[in-house]
């Protein structure tokens, strides 16, 4: 299927080589090497300089003298150390240097902890010329090593196909841990026709589960916590982290916050209050923890545009875990499958996007969060874990009334594990009510509650 679609849509024919001849003996060792593909294993390292560094240095020295065929470097299926973390050649004429590796849980890149940071592990610029380049990445890991910034970055990109690629292990309190799209100021290397099949990003680092806390409230602020569960794992004192979520957080004209405190075993004793904040409702007004390496966003997608993705699994612990911005519009998005307790675990600021047959899991504050004028999330189904799930809600409508047009919600569906805590969809000024209706360019259709009564708070209603 994939070989085919790389005919299909005029892909580089080296990348296609590279698959049959990997799968191929040689007879008698007389098949000759393939013009422009450079194994790791075939180069020593020099200096600072690994087996890899090398072979990238050789490959990407052929893409740069042969810009319309590129080069392919194959990558040992084994761990594939790099000190250089040098960008892929941004030629901007056609193609760049791709790499094929042995498959994510066999082959990887991974930036050696004593070399010195970078901005990513991986990573393809805008080229200088505005120009777009296409490459073919299959069959790795990347790893940052908590070293650099970023494990993955693709800039300035068109008709490039990215299968079973794992991104992650940046920086603490990094921006991404991968990202799509462009930098440049002018809007030049705009990405589009990029096809993604099953993109992973991680962290090793285990997070802690189960902690159950409650906030006590005194005439609108935050007096104290009660622990009820300090977890069912253990949680590491370096990253957990707790905050504040829920319907009523909007009602919060100054935000309260806490800082956990933890056992020496690692599982939460208390927390210390440190804004008591003030609340005009506190109803439903949670306490979401977290842990694992911080960062903002596990996928970005700056100007990436009509195309294509299958599978994508956000699983690092991240503010969110898909960020889909302005500029990405027109994409077609199957099957993702956010894992992790993210704030928010899909966003969606650019128009036209279809997200069909996303599962969500584990949502910590909202499973989606909505914010263009129109898309769609189709065939949604929400899971989360019993232990420790305590509220959030199933959308948000996070722009100003006015800004929606065609937003549709359609077939949302909970798993056979409930809480009374959840609110369907909520808007920017909380819950729905009277006073604050849903806007009429968001339209629901067929929305369970997920609350324990599994009823449909939207009715399917033909136009």
């Not at 080229?127 to 970023?150: C, E, I, K, M």
């Amino acid at each position: 299927m994939y070989l085919v679609e790389l005919m299909n849509n005029a892909r580089l024919i080296l990348p296609l080589m590279i698959v049959v001849f990997a799968a191929t003996a040689p007879l008698l060792g007389s098949t000759p090497a393939q013009p422009g593909v450079y194994s790791v294993s075939a180069y020593s390292a020099s200096g600072a300089h690994t087996d890899y560094d090398m072979a990238r240095q050789a490959a990407d020295a052929y893409a740069v003298a042969n810009p319309w065929t590129g080069s392919i470097l194959v990558l040992k299926p084994t761990a594939n150390f790099t000190c250089d973390a040098v960008p892929l050649p941004s030629l901007g004429l056609s193609s760049t240097t791709s790499i094929i590796g042995a498959g994510s849980g066999t082959s990887s890149i991974v930036k050696s902890a004593a070399c010195p940071a970078g901005a990513a592990t991986l990573r393809h610029n805008d080229s200088p010329n505005g120009a777009l380049s296409r490459g073919w990445y299959q069959g790795f890991t990347v790893n940052a090593n908590h070293v650099d910034s970023a494990a993955c970055e693709f800039y300035g990109m068109f008709l490039t196909t990215f299968m079973d690629v794992a991104c992650g292990n940046a920086l603490a309190n990094a921006d991404h841990e991968v990202e799509f799209g462009n930098v440049d100021a002018n809007n030049f290397g705009w990405m589009d026709n990029i096809y993604i099949y099953d993109l992973v990003t991680f962290d090793s680092v285990t997070p802690g589960a189960g902690a159950i806390l409650s906030p006590l409230w005194a005439s609108g602020a935050l007096s104290a916590v009660t622990v009820s569960s300090g977890g069912t794992s253990p949680y590491t004192s370096l990253y957990a982290r707790a905050q504040l979520t829920g319907a009523d957080i909007s009602t919060c004209s100054n935000m309260p916050t806490i800082t956990l405190t933890l056992t020496s075993g690692g599982y939460i004793n208390g927390a210390v209050v440190t804004n008591p904040g003030t609340c005009g409702s506190t109803a439903r007004i949670y306490i979401l923890v977290q842990d694992g390496t911080p960062a903002t966003y596990g996928m970005k997608f700056t100007n990436m545009a009509d195309s294509h993705v299958w599978g994508l699994q956000a699983n690092n612990s991240a503010t969110y875990g898909e960020a889909w911005f302005t500029g990405s519009s027109d994409n077609s998005i199957y099957n993702e499958n956010p894992s992790s307790n993210q704030f928010i675990q899909i966003s969606d600021n650019g128009n036209g996007n279809k997200h069909i047959n996303p599962r969500f899991a584990n949502a910590g504050g909202y499973a989606a969060a909505i914010y263009s004028q129109n898309g769609t999330f189709q065939n949604v189904l929400m899971t989360w874990n019993s232990g420790a799930y305590i509220a959030a809600s199933g959308y948000f409508i996070g722009n100003d009334p006015r800004v929606f047009q065609d937003w549709m919600i359609q077939n949302s569906q909970c798993g056979s594990i409930s809480s009374n805590n959840f609110v369907p969809l909520t808007t920017r000024s909380g819950l729905l009510s009277a006073n604050n209706p849903l806007p009429p360019g968001v339209k629901p259709q067929n929305i369970e509650s997920c609350d324990g009564t599994h009823s449909v708070h939207w009715a399917v209603t033909q136009p």
